[in-house]
C-alpha cells in the first residue's frame, strides 16, 4: 500500500485520555475517507474530507470524534476522552477526485488499543 | 440496517480451481461496485469494479458479474492460487457520492495447495 501513509500504525490509550491518528494521503490525491474496522466486521464509513473542508461525517459519532484536512499537513482523525469501544483498526483511504468510479487507495491503518 | 452482505464468511478451494465469492446489496442507489482484497495487518487493495451500465467486467483471472435485478455481484478467480488466500470485501457507492464506500464483512478465501 505504498502512497497512503498512516501513523502511528498502533496506539495504545488509556481510557480518557486523547488520541491522535494521521493520514497523508498518496501525491496528488485531495481527497481522503476515513474508515473504522471492528474484529470480524467491515470497514465502516466514517467521514469524507477534501483540503480544509468536510463533505460528508455521516458516519462519525457525534460526540468524541472530530476530523479536519488542513491546507497544509496530513490529516487527523481525532478522538478525545476514549473508550474501550474505541478499539479498532482505523484505515485511512485517498482518492485524485470525487468521481463515484475511481477507486480509493488504503492506507496499511492504525490500530488503537484502549487500556 | 446492512446494506451490503457478503454471508459466507470464508470460502476454502484447491489450487488451480475456480473461486467464487458472493455480494447482495439493497440500497437501489448503488452505481459502482468494487472489490478489495486485503492481508493481515494491511490495508485493503483495490482489485476490480464494476459499474451497474455493465453486467461483467474481467481482468485477467479476475472477472466480476453483476445482476442489477437480483443486486446481487459475484468475483470469480480462475484459477485459484495459494497467493490469493486473503479477506475480499465487496464495496458499493452510491451515486455521485463517491466518498460513502458501504463494504460487506468480508470472505476470507484459502486457497490450498
Known amino acids: 500500500n505504498a502512497g497512503v501513509m498512516q501513523n502511528p500504525r498502533h496506539l495504545v490509550r488509556r481510557r480518557g485520555q486523547e488520541a491522535r491518528l494521521r493520514c497523508s494521503p498518496m501525491k496528488g490525491h485531495s481527497h481522503v475517507y476515513w474508515y473504522r474496522q471492528l474484529p470480524e466486521e467491515g470497514l465502516k464509513f466514517m467521514v469524507y474530507l477534501q483540503k480544509e473542508n468536510i463533505i460528508d461525517e455521516s458516519g462519525m459519532p457525534k460526540e468524541r470524534f472530530s476530523a479536519e484536512f488542513p491546507k497544509e499537513g496530513p490529516s487527523i482523525l481525532r478522538i478525545q476522552q476514549v473508550v474501550r469501544g474505541d478499539s479498532a483498526a482505523y484505515f485511512c483511504?485517498?482518492?485524485?477526485?470525487?468521481?463515484?468510479?475511481?477507486?480509493?487507495?488504503f492506507g496499511d491503518g492504525t490500530r488503537l488499543s484502549i487500556l | 440496517d446492512q446494506q451490503v452482505k457478503q454471508n459466507s464468511p470464508s470460502l476454502s478451494v484447491q489450487e488451480g480451481r475456480i473461486s467464487i465469492l458472493n455480494c447482495d446489496y439493497t440500497?437501489?442507489?448503488?452505481?459502482?461496485f468494487l472489490w478489495y482484497k486485503k492481508y493481515p495487518a494491511e490495508g485493503p487493495t483495490f482489485l476490480i469494479s464494476?459499474?451497474?451500465?455493465?453486467d461483467k467486467n474481467e481482468d485477467g483471472r479476475f472477472t466480476v458479474f453483476l445482476n442489477k435485478s437480483a443486486k446481487h455481484l459475484s468475483l470469480h478467480i480462475v484459477p485459484s492460487q495459494p497467493g490469493d488466500s486473503a479477506v475480499y470485501f465487496c464495496a458499493a457507492t452510491p451515486n455521485g457520492n463517491a466518498g460513502k464506500s458501504t463494504f460487506g464483512d468480508g470472505t476470507t478465501l484459502t486457497v490450498k495447495p
Open positions: 464494476i459499474s451497474s451500465i455493465k
Open positions: 440500497n437501489s442507489m448503488f452505481d459502482y
Open positions: 483511504a485517498s482518492s485524485p477526485g470525487g468521481s463515484s468510479n475511481q477507486p480509493q487507495h
